[in-house]
């Protein structure tokens, strides 16, 4: 994918994090990079800063002249990008080549020794600790994220000494299926994307030709309660792990004071005195299944320690907008019910009889029709919800199909509320002196108020 011919790149969905960390790979190789993306935001703004060259209108006179010559231009778009969507249409019809997002991920990636973390839920921070505990110790890594870490203000790491590469594994649209993993961590199978499968069996079932994927001499590390039974290629060892079991799994926990310490249990030995650096208790999941990936791979105890102590988490995930004794604001891309139900727990266990106010964003009609029963479950573990409308990415509405499905099945007793997403701001304002704890879920733009809310709590 670092052949010569092609001298420019033009990015259809430029906007999405798993884009924006190519674009940001081929402006590192000196490459000219130009793309479309419907709404102008930060990241977007940020890839033309560092020189990529984006607009926001499907119109094919947009497109930049280095960009129009097929023999040198490559044409890279996602799955959610629309079959009638004119530029990519126009491309097609004039013969230039064009791959998908997770092919080109693929392509780059074939000759390195690749660590990727795949699974319904915790993917996207499993995979920047890990890239974390790698990139600060002595064997160094490339990394491809589907965050932006908080360490490192990108979604991008260059190590080109390093034979390891750090990648986010992606089923959306059987996108792993492009891959070619060293070692793999799987940390769920919760269904989803069921737009896309159709059915629990097929998920499953993708998760299983994944699998076979993993080279021999490698090794596969799935969680206890991942409902597969795991057939890897001859040659692949598997473990294991969990918080309280499996090969790799932690003991001696100890949660207090804003902080989260424990032991960790290997194949060989122990692991003591391991400091969470982001103190929430999903994180000791993910940084059990990092730590394994960087312990068989020869990162010492002393780095493991360091690393896992030092992590300062990813942008919208679990992430700590304002932590005083008066009030605390998260915001969290939870759009599942499984991640909505771990992270109202999570904040359960650390502010134990303090009052959660949850703000969530459905995203796709498609998954709300087919989880909303889960959600207003998930949701009622808070004190109070409020409900936007849905989010609906790549999706044209579904009747009968809105928030209300969710908001009409919480549990009884519960402050509830429906509102549009432009009505945030000012129901916040509304109700400041009366939040205790506040978090914000969802995976589409409701993103976009975080700061805004933020100002308006910090008048408490």
């Given at each position: 994918?670092?052949?010569?011919?092609?001298?420019?790149?033009?990015?259809?969905?430029?906007?999405?994090?798993?884009?924006?960390?190519?674009?940001?790979?081929?402006?590192?190789?000196?490459?000219?990079?130009?793309?479309?993306?419907?709404?102008?935001?930060?990241?977007?703004?940020?890839?033309?800063?560092?020189?990529?060259?984006?607009?926001?209108?499907?119109?094919?006179?947009?497109?930049p002249v280095e960009c129009l010559h097929k023999e040198t231009t490559l044409v890279v778009f996602t799955p959610a990008i629309?079959?009638?969507?004119?530029?990519?249409?126009?491309?097609?019809?004039?013969?230039?080549?064009?791959?998908?997002?997770?092919?080109?991920?693929?392509?780059?990636?074939?000759?390195?020794?690749?660590?990727?973390?795949?699974?319904?839920?915790?993917?996207?921070?499993?995979?920047?600790?890990?890239?974390?505990?790698?990139?600060?110790?002595?064997?160094?890594?490339?990394?491809?994220?589907?965050?932006?870490?908080?360490?490192?203000?990108?979604?991008?790491?260059?190590?080109?000494?390093?034979?390891?590469?750090?990648?986010?594994?992606?089923?959306?649209?059987?996108?792993?299926?492009?891959?070619?993993?060293?070692?793999?961590?799987?940390?769920?199978?919760?269904?989803?994307?069921?737009?896309?499968?159709?059915?629990?069996?097929?998920?499953?079932?993708?998760?299983?030709?994944?699998?076979?994927?993993?080279?021999?001499?490698?090794?596969?590390?799935?969680?206890?309660?991942?409902?597969?039974?795991?057939?890897?290629?001859?040659?692949?060892?598997?473990?294991?792990?969990?918080?309280?079991?499996?090969?790799?799994?932690?003991?001696?926990?100890?949660?207090?004071?804003?902080?989260?310490?424990?032991?960790?249990?290997?194949?060989?030995?122990?692991?003591?005195?391991?400091?969470?650096?982001?103190?929430?208790?999903?994180?000791?999941?993910?940084?059990?299944?990092?730590?394994?990936?960087?312990?068989?791979?020869?990162?010492?105890?002393?780095?493991?320690?360091?690393?896992?102590?030092?992590?300062?988490?990813?942008?919208?995930?679990?992430?700590?907008?304002?932590?005083?004794?008066?009030?605390?604001?998260?915001?969290?891309?939870?759009?599942?019910?499984?991640?909505?139900?771990?992270?109202?727990?999570?904040?359960?266990?650390?502010?134990?009889?303090?009052?959660?106010?949850?703000?969530?964003?459905?995203?796709?009609?498609?998954?709300?029709?087919?989880?909303?029963?889960?959600?207003?479950?998930?949701?009622?573990?808070?004190?109070?919800?409020?409900?936007?409308?849905?989010?609906?990415?790549?999706?044209?509405?579904?009747?009968?199909?809105?928030?209300?499905?969710?908001?009409?099945?919480?549990?009884?007793?519960?402050?509830?509320?429906?509102?549009?997403?432009?009505?945030?701001?000012?129901?916040?304002?509304?109700?400041?002196?009366?939040?205790?704890?506040?978090?914000?879920?969802?995976?589409?733009d409701i993103d976009n108020y975080v700061s805004r809310i933020e100002q308006i709590l910090k008048k408490v």
């Amino acid at each position: 994918m670092n052949n010569p011919a092609f001298n420019s790149l033009y990015f259809i969905g430029a906007g999405g994090i798993g884009m924006s960390v190519l674009i940001r790979y081929y402006l590192s190789k000196g490459k000219f990079v130009g793309g479309y993306d419907r709404t102008e935001t930060e990241l977007t703004r940020n890839l033309v800063k560092e020189g990529a060259v984006i607009h926001y209108e499907d119109d094919i006179k947009k497109i930049p002249v280095e960009c129009l010559h097929k023999e040198t231009t490559l044409v890279v778009f996602t799955p959610a990008i629309p079959e009638d969507h004119t530029e990519l249409s126009w491309f097609r019809r004039n013969g230039f080549r064009l791959m998908k997002r997770a092919q080109v991920l693929g392509l780059i990636t074939r000759s390195s020794k690749v660590l990727c973390i795949a699974g319904t839920h915790g993917k996207t921070t499993t995979s920047t600790i890990t890239a974390h505990l790698f990139y600060q110790s002595h064997l160094g890594c490339t990394a491809f994220l589907g965050g932006i870490s908080k360490n490192y203000q990108t979604n991008l790491l260059l190590d080109g000494e390093s034979p390891f590469t750090v990648i986010e594994a992606d089923e959306f649209d059987r996108s792993f299926h492009w891959l070619t993993p060293w070692m793999s961590v799987i940390t769920s199978t919760d269904p989803d994307h069921l737009d896309i499968y159709g059915t629990k069996e097929a998920y499953l079932e993708s998760f299983k030709h994944y699998i076979n994927l993993v080279q021999p001499g490698g090794a596969l590390i799935i969680h206890k309660e991942a409902t597969l039974s795991p057939e890897p290629p001859q040659g692949v060892k598997v473990y294991s792990y969990s918080r309280n079991e499996g090969d790799f799994h932690a003991r001696n926990i100890r949660i207090g004071g804003g902080e989260i310490w424990f032991d960790l249990m290997t194949p060989e030995g122990i692991i003591n005195n391991i400091c969470l650096g982001v103190p929430v208790s999903i994180n000791i999941d993910n940084s059990i299944a990092a730590i394994a990936l960087a312990w068989l791979n020869g990162v010492t105890p002393e780095e493991i320690r360091w690393g896992i102590e030092s992590f300062r988490g990813v942008d919208r995930r679990f992430d700590f907008k304002i932590k005083t004794d008066r009030v605390v604001y998260l915001n969290d891309y939870a759009h599942h019910p499984s991640e909505i139900r771990q992270s109202i727990s999570s904040i359960r266990e650390i502010y134990a009889g303090r009052r959660i106010t949850a703000v969530f964003q459905p995203h796709l009609y498609s998954r709300t029709n087919d989880f909303y029963k889960e959600f207003a479950e998930a949701l009622s573990l808070a004190d109070e919800v409020i409900l936007t409308d849905i989010y609906p990415a790549r999706e044209l509405p579904v009747a009968g199909v809105s928030s209300s499905l969710i908001y009409e099945r919480l549990k009884e007793g519960i402050t509830k509320r429906l509102c549009r997403k432009e009505e945030l701001p000012a129901i916040i304002e509304e109700k400041r002196k009366d939040i205790d704890i506040l978090i914000t879920l969802g995976a589409g733009d409701i993103d976009n108020y975080v700061s805004r809310i933020e100002q308006i709590l910090k008048k408490v």
